[in-house]
């Protein structure tokens, strides 16, 4: 008897063990243990949610004309579904717009930023247009309500007359003249995997004043759109000061791998919105 009584006192404080090894597991896996506090917790969550929002998202895309041609309206429908093929109802607000569609031409000659209006069910739509033939990539950046940031592409061949390819190289100049605006871009760090603060310094072309007076783009100072020479990479960055008016925008981002990148910056002045493109190598 007395032997039994031990052999089950051992089994019980074994179970007992092994049930609070589990939970403090579980505590560590979900950021509310090990040490690194709530704020810690948080992020990490968001990180994980961020990097399954798109295997939670699917989205189908349907263009007006089967076969679509150049210089002619063109309207694209995006339906938004969970895994499961049932339609999102809810999506957050992401610098005053539900949706970002970005439209680029293969070679990224071409540049267009527009917002499809949400018609409710899952349902997005907008018109556009495409400037010549060939091959465009359509990119949609979103937030579902409850998940994390999403972006889901789409590849569109347009008949008609295509442009002359335009090499992707590197610029050897950083200032730009934009309507009688120079914009010149400076970079802290170009190298792959390290955070980059990508300065917009703008002034009067022929005076050299510094503009101070630009005016909120989609209620932030500007935003920016980078790819990667290959499309493959595509970062939307916002801008460190919101209410910044100039004479300098500040971005801080991160390029995921080398290679070539075309940064596009988008502002606005007089009721103007204006765009500054520049192609940089990241080491």
């Given at each position: 008897?007395?032997?039994?009584?031990?052999?089950l006192l051992t089994v019980v404080v074994l179970l007992s063990a092994c049930s609070k090894s589990k939970t403090e597991h579980v505590m560590q896996q979900d950021g509310s243990g090990g040490g690194h506090g709530t704020h810690a917790g948080m992020g990490h969550e968001a990180a994980e949610k961020s990097s399954t929002s798109d295997t939670q998202t699917q989205v189908d895309w349907k263009l007006s004309a089967e076969k679509p041609e150049a210089k002619q309206q063109i309207t694209i429908s995006l339906q938004v579904?969970?895994?499961?093929?049932?339609?999102?109802?809810?999506?957050?607000?992401?610098?005053e717009k539900k949706m970002h569609l970005i439209i680029v031409s293969k070679d990224l000659?071409?540049?267009?930023?527009?917002?499809?209006?949400?018609k409710g069910n899952g349902s997005f739509e907008v018109t556009a247009s495409f400037p010549a033939g060939g091959d465009y990539k359509l990119i949609a950046?979103?937030?579902p309500a409850g998940l994390g940031a999403v972006t889901q592409t789409h590849w569109v061949q347009v008949q008609g007359a295509a442009s002359p390819s335009?090499?992707?190289?590197?610029d050897t100049a950083m200032t730009k003249t934009i309507d009688g605006k120079s914009i010149t871009l400076s970079a802290e760090s170009l190298t792959a995997g390290k955070e980059t603060l990508l300065t917009f310094?703008?002034?009067e072309a022929g005076?050299?004043?510094p503009i101070t007076n630009l005016q909120p783009y989609l209620g932030a100072v500007g935003h920016v759109v980078i790819l990667s020479a290959d499309t493959?990479?595509?970062l939307h960055v916002h801008p460190m000061d919101e209410k910044a008016a100039g004479p300098d925008a500040q971005f801080m981002t991160t390029f995921p791998k080398a290679g070539t990148y075309k940064i596009w910056g988008q502002f606005q002045r007089d009721g103007k919105v204006f765009i500054v493109a520049y192609v940089v190598q990241v080491k």
């Amino acid at each position: 008897m007395k032997k039994l009584v031990v052999v089950l006192l051992t089994v019980v404080v074994l179970l007992s063990a092994c049930s609070k090894s589990k939970t403090e597991h579980v505590m560590q896996q979900d950021g509310s243990g090990g040490g690194h506090g709530t704020h810690a917790g948080m992020g990490h969550e968001a990180a994980e949610k961020s990097s399954t929002s798109d295997t939670q998202t699917q989205v189908d895309w349907k263009l007006s004309a089967e076969k679509p041609e150049a210089k002619q309206q063109i309207t694209i429908s995006l339906q938004v579904n969970d895994q499961k093929g049932k339609p999102l109802q809810q999506f957050d607000i992401n610098h005053e717009k539900k949706m970002h569609l970005i439209i680029v031409s293969k070679d990224l000659s071409y540049f267009d930023h527009i917002h499809p209006e949400y018609k409710g069910n899952g349902s997005f739509e907008v018109t556009a247009s495409f400037p010549a033939g060939g091959d465009y990539k359509l990119i949609a950046d979103f937030i579902p309500a409850g998940l994390g940031a999403v972006t889901q592409t789409h590849w569109v061949q347009v008949q008609g007359a295509a442009s002359p390819s335009v090499p992707i190289q590197p610029d050897t100049a950083m200032t730009k003249t934009i309507d009688g605006k120079s914009i010149t871009l400076s970079a802290e760090s170009l190298t792959a995997g390290k955070e980059t603060l990508l300065t917009f310094h703008m002034e009067e072309a022929g005076t050299k004043k510094p503009i101070t007076n630009l005016q909120p783009y989609l209620g932030a100072v500007g935003h920016v759109v980078i790819l990667s020479a290959d499309t493959e990479q595509y970062l939307h960055v916002h801008p460190m000061d919101e209410k910044a008016a100039g004479p300098d925008a500040q971005f801080m981002t991160t390029f995921p791998k080398a290679g070539t990148y075309k940064i596009w910056g988008q502002f606005q002045r007089d009721g103007k919105v204006f765009i500054v493109a520049y192609v940089v190598q990241v080491k």
